[in-house]
């Protein structure tokens, strides 16, 4: 499951819609409250979070996933309209795993997920064989 949280309806649906035609389990919501309640219900594989939202900005949802026990090894992609080299230091050191700036290409997008994906999986595949 991934999940993008933008308050941009137009680019939610393209996003939403550009993930599930490659086959992914995605759902997008508008604002920060409704993501933090299906965050308690189901830990997605993948978090894409913009930086403007309205009540609560990104990168300090970001912060609080990261603050989190239980959510701070999930990935996530900034994707924003904030595109200076200091918005990309500010979104990378508060935890993002990379940065994609606004406007983007879906298949730039779609092929930055597999990479995250495929990354993330490695990880949980070396720290499995450390435990055991």
């Known amino acids: 499951m991934i999940y993008l949280l933008e308050d941009d309806e137009s680019i939610r649906k393209l996003v939403i819609y550009a993930l599930k035609s490659q086959g992914y389990d995605a759902e997008g919501f508008e604002l920060p409250e409704p993501f933090w309640e299906a ?19 990104g990168i ?25 080299e200091y918005d990309r230091v500010v979104g ?3 935890g993002a795993d990379d940065y994609v700036s606004k406007p983007f290409g879906m298949m730039e997008l779609a092929a930055r997920v597999r990479a ?6 490695r990880g ?9």
């Not at 300090?60 to 200076?84: E, F, Q």
């Not at 995250?116 to 999986?121: A, E, S, V």
């Open 60 to 84: 300090s949802i970001l912060k609080r996933i990261r603050g989190n026990a239980v959510t701070k090894d999930i990935p996530v992609i900034m994707l924003t309209a904030k595109n200076t």
């Open 116 to 121: 995250m994906l495929r990354r993330h999986q």
């Open 92 to 94: 990378l050191d508060a």
């Open 39 to 57: 965050l308690e219900n189901q830990l997605p594989e993948l978090i894409l979070l913009d930086i403007m939202l309205p009540g609560e900005d």
């Open 124 to 132: 949980q595949t070396i720290s499995e064989y450390k435990i055991g």
